[in-house]
Protein backbone atom coordinates (compact mmCIF):
# COMPACT_ATOMS: atom_id res chain seq x y z
CA UNK A 1 0.00 0.00 0.00
CA UNK A 2 0.72 3.55 -0.06
CA UNK A 3 1.53 5.65 2.98
CA UNK A 4 2.68 9.60 2.58
CA UNK A 5 3.26 12.37 6.07
CA UNK A 6 3.45 15.61 6.14
CA UNK A 7 3.33 17.93 8.96
CA UNK A 8 0.06 18.99 10.25
CA UNK A 9 0.46 22.55 10.43
CA UNK A 10 3.06 25.07 9.51
CA UNK A 11 3.30 28.73 9.94
CA UNK A 12 5.02 32.03 8.12
CA UNK A 13 5.44 35.32 8.01
CA UNK A 14 5.37 37.32 4.77
CA UNK A 15 8.27 37.12 2.54
CA UNK A 16 9.42 34.13 4.43
CA UNK A 17 10.79 31.22 3.18
CA UNK A 18 9.02 27.86 4.23
CA UNK A 19 9.55 24.24 3.52
CA UNK A 20 7.07 21.30 4.06
CA UNK A 21 8.41 18.11 4.36
CA UNK A 22 7.00 14.61 2.52
CA UNK A 23 8.37 11.31 3.22
CA UNK A 24 6.45 8.41 1.59
CA UNK A 25 6.35 4.54 1.35
CA UNK A 26 4.93 3.00 -1.96
CA UNK A 27 5.26 0.58 -4.71
CA UNK A 28 5.90 1.04 -8.20
CA UNK A 29 6.61 4.65 -7.20
CA UNK A 30 7.36 7.25 -10.16
CA UNK A 31 7.23 10.61 -9.07
CA UNK A 32 5.68 13.04 -6.59
CA UNK A 33 3.48 16.01 -6.62
CA UNK A 34 2.43 18.87 -5.21
CA UNK A 35 -0.85 20.43 -5.03
CA UNK A 36 -2.01 23.49 -3.61
CA UNK A 37 -5.60 23.77 -1.83
CA UNK A 38 -7.43 27.27 -0.95
CA UNK A 39 -10.50 26.76 2.15
CA UNK A 40 -13.73 26.17 -0.34
CA UNK A 41 -11.40 25.35 -3.89
CA UNK A 42 -10.11 22.55 -5.27
CA UNK A 43 -6.92 21.33 -5.52
CA UNK A 44 -4.18 23.21 -7.96
CA UNK A 45 -1.07 21.44 -9.15
CA UNK A 46 1.78 22.98 -8.31
CA UNK A 47 4.69 21.10 -9.10
CA UNK A 48 6.20 17.56 -10.15
CA UNK A 49 9.26 15.32 -9.74
CA UNK A 50 10.07 12.01 -11.14
CA UNK A 51 13.71 12.21 -10.85
CA UNK A 52 15.89 13.36 -8.13
CA UNK A 53 16.79 16.93 -7.25
CA UNK A 54 14.90 20.44 -7.52
CA UNK A 55 12.27 21.91 -9.64
CA UNK A 56 12.29 25.27 -9.73
CA UNK A 57 9.12 27.11 -11.11
CA UNK A 58 8.61 30.77 -9.64
CA UNK A 59 8.67 31.32 -6.04
CA UNK A 60 8.55 27.59 -5.71
CA UNK A 61 10.37 24.77 -6.12
CA UNK A 62 10.09 21.25 -4.77
CA UNK A 63 12.81 18.51 -4.18
CA UNK A 64 12.76 14.74 -4.55
CA UNK A 65 15.62 12.04 -3.06
CA UNK A 66 14.27 8.62 -4.43
CA UNK A 67 16.68 6.85 -2.20
CA UNK A 68 15.52 8.28 1.37
CA UNK A 69 11.94 8.18 0.23
CA UNK A 70 11.09 12.20 0.66
CA UNK A 71 10.78 15.10 -0.77
CA UNK A 72 9.68 19.07 0.31
CA UNK A 73 7.76 21.83 -1.42
CA UNK A 74 10.13 24.94 -1.09
CA UNK A 75 7.73 28.41 -0.65
CA UNK A 76 9.64 31.41 -1.33
CA UNK A 77 8.82 35.24 -0.63
CA UNK A 78 5.89 33.97 0.95
CA UNK A 79 2.32 36.46 0.16
CA UNK A 80 -0.95 36.00 2.54
CA UNK A 81 -2.37 34.40 -0.70
CA UNK A 82 -0.29 31.57 -0.43
CA UNK A 83 -2.43 30.54 3.11
CA UNK A 84 -3.72 27.12 2.25
CA UNK A 85 -3.52 23.55 2.27
CA UNK A 86 -0.37 21.79 0.55
CA UNK A 87 -0.62 18.16 -0.18
CA UNK A 88 2.05 15.87 -1.17
CA UNK A 89 0.64 12.89 -3.70
CA UNK A 90 3.05 9.81 -5.23
CA UNK A 91 2.16 8.04 -8.34
CA UNK A 92 2.55 4.56 -9.64
CA UNK A 93 3.92 2.90 -12.18
CA UNK A 94 1.50 1.20 -15.46
CA UNK A 95 -1.80 2.79 -13.10
CA UNK A 96 -1.26 6.33 -12.97
CA UNK A 97 -2.56 5.90 -9.00
CA UNK A 98 -2.69 9.52 -7.22
CA UNK A 99 -2.69 8.92 -3.43
CA UNK A 100 -2.65 12.58 -1.57
CA UNK A 101 -0.97 12.69 2.28
CA UNK A 102 -3.43 14.67 4.70
CA UNK A 103 -2.13 17.83 3.90
CA UNK A 104 0.17 20.70 5.51
CA UNK A 105 -1.89 24.12 6.73
CA UNK A 106 0.25 27.15 5.68
CA UNK A 107 -0.50 29.77 7.58
CA UNK A 108 1.01 33.07 6.55
CA UNK A 109 0.98 35.92 9.06
CA UNK A 110 1.69 39.99 8.15
CA UNK B 1 -9.32 27.00 -20.58
CA UNK B 2 -10.37 23.17 -20.81
CA UNK B 3 -11.94 22.16 -16.94
CA UNK B 4 -13.35 19.65 -15.20
CA UNK B 5 -17.32 20.00 -14.98
CA UNK B 6 -18.83 18.35 -11.98
CA UNK B 7 -22.55 18.76 -10.88
CA UNK B 8 -24.07 19.35 -8.88
CA UNK B 9 -21.96 21.67 -6.59
CA UNK B 10 -24.17 21.18 -3.51
CA UNK B 11 -26.62 18.61 -2.10
CA UNK B 12 -28.45 17.83 0.78
CA UNK B 13 -29.86 14.25 0.99
CA UNK B 14 -31.62 12.58 3.48
CA UNK B 15 -29.68 9.24 5.23
CA UNK B 16 -31.08 6.26 3.14
CA UNK B 17 -31.68 7.88 0.04
CA UNK B 18 -29.79 7.65 -3.40
CA UNK B 19 -27.63 10.02 -4.31
CA UNK B 20 -25.60 10.75 -7.96
CA UNK B 21 -22.80 12.90 -8.55
CA UNK B 22 -21.83 13.64 -12.42
CA UNK B 23 -18.25 14.37 -13.95
CA UNK B 24 -17.24 15.67 -17.13
CA UNK B 25 -13.67 15.09 -17.73
CA UNK B 26 -11.14 17.57 -19.98
CA UNK B 27 -11.23 16.37 -23.38
CA UNK B 28 -8.92 13.86 -24.53
CA UNK B 29 -7.90 12.79 -20.74
CA UNK B 30 -8.18 8.77 -20.42
CA UNK B 31 -7.90 8.55 -16.64
CA UNK B 32 -10.39 10.05 -14.39
CA UNK B 33 -10.32 9.39 -10.60
CA UNK B 34 -13.16 10.18 -7.84
CA UNK B 35 -11.89 11.51 -4.70
CA UNK B 36 -13.69 11.73 -1.11
CA UNK B 37 -12.16 14.26 0.99
CA UNK B 38 -13.31 15.07 4.58
CA UNK B 39 -12.62 18.35 6.08
CA UNK B 40 -8.95 19.00 7.18
CA UNK B 41 -7.67 15.82 5.77
CA UNK B 42 -6.50 15.04 2.17
CA UNK B 43 -8.04 13.28 -1.08
CA UNK B 44 -9.02 9.76 -0.38
CA UNK B 45 -8.94 7.79 -4.07
CA UNK B 46 -12.33 6.01 -4.58
CA UNK B 47 -11.95 4.77 -7.82
CA UNK B 48 -9.92 5.24 -11.00
CA UNK B 49 -10.95 4.67 -14.47
CA UNK B 50 -8.71 4.30 -17.41
CA UNK B 51 -10.98 5.29 -20.38
CA UNK B 52 -13.95 3.23 -19.61
CA UNK B 53 -12.29 0.37 -17.05
CA UNK B 54 -11.96 0.25 -13.52
CA UNK B 55 -8.10 0.24 -12.60
CA UNK B 56 -8.27 0.83 -8.64
CA UNK B 57 -11.69 1.00 -6.55
CA UNK B 58 -9.67 -1.11 -3.64
CA UNK B 59 -11.28 1.65 -1.65
CA UNK B 60 -14.85 2.11 -2.66
CA UNK B 61 -17.47 0.72 -0.20
CA UNK B 62 -18.82 -1.30 -2.69
CA UNK B 63 -22.31 -2.61 -1.11
CA UNK B 64 -23.11 1.46 -1.16
CA UNK B 65 -20.97 3.03 -3.97
CA UNK B 66 -20.93 2.68 -7.70
CA UNK B 67 -19.41 4.26 -10.37
CA UNK B 68 -19.13 4.11 -14.05
CA UNK B 69 -17.94 5.49 -17.10
CA UNK B 70 -19.49 3.86 -20.19
CA UNK B 71 -18.18 5.47 -22.86
CA UNK B 72 -15.13 6.82 -21.67
CA UNK B 73 -15.90 10.19 -21.06
CA UNK B 74 -17.85 11.51 -18.35
CA UNK B 75 -19.03 9.54 -15.24
CA UNK B 76 -21.39 9.07 -12.76
CA UNK B 77 -20.75 8.39 -8.62
CA UNK B 78 -23.93 6.75 -7.08
CA UNK B 79 -24.14 6.06 -3.41
CA UNK B 80 -27.15 4.28 -2.08
CA UNK B 81 -28.51 4.30 0.70
CA UNK B 82 -26.39 7.39 1.86
CA UNK B 83 -25.28 7.17 5.20
CA UNK B 84 -24.44 10.38 7.41
CA UNK B 85 -20.98 9.62 7.68
CA UNK B 86 -20.90 9.86 3.76
CA UNK B 87 -21.23 13.79 4.08
CA UNK B 88 -17.77 15.23 2.35
CA UNK B 89 -16.21 16.80 -0.75
CA UNK B 90 -16.38 14.20 -3.52
CA UNK B 91 -13.63 15.64 -5.87
CA UNK B 92 -13.45 14.46 -9.76
CA UNK B 93 -10.02 14.86 -11.41
CA UNK B 94 -8.29 13.81 -15.00
CA UNK B 95 -4.99 13.16 -16.18
CA UNK B 96 -3.60 12.99 -19.97
CA UNK B 97 -0.64 11.51 -18.91
CA UNK B 98 2.15 9.32 -16.25
CA UNK B 99 3.02 13.01 -14.89
CA UNK B 100 1.67 13.66 -11.41
CA UNK B 101 -0.65 16.64 -12.82
CA UNK B 102 -4.49 15.55 -12.27
CA UNK B 103 -6.93 19.06 -12.99
CA UNK B 104 -9.83 18.73 -10.24
CA UNK B 105 -13.00 20.08 -10.91
CA UNK B 106 -15.01 22.35 -7.95
CA UNK B 107 -16.46 19.05 -6.35
CA UNK B 108 -19.75 17.99 -4.77
CA UNK B 109 -20.54 18.86 -0.85
CA UNK B 110 -22.48 16.27 0.00
CA UNK B 111 -24.57 16.77 3.17
CA UNK B 112 -26.46 13.95 4.70
CA UNK B 113 -28.91 14.20 7.24
Known amino acids: GQSLEQPSEVTAVEGAIVQINCTYQTSGFYGLSWYQQHDGGAPTFLSY????GLEETGRFSSFLSRSDSYGYLLLQELQMKDSASYFC???????????FGTGTRLQVFP | EAEVAQSPRYKITEKSQAVAFWCDPI?????LYWYRQILGQGPELLVQFQDESVVDDSQLPKDRFSAERLKGVDSTLKIQPAELGDSAMYLCASSSRSSGEAFFGQGTRLTVV
Open chain 1, 89 to 99: AVGSYNTDKLI
Open chain 2, 27 to 31: SGHAT
Open chain 1, 49 to 52: NALD
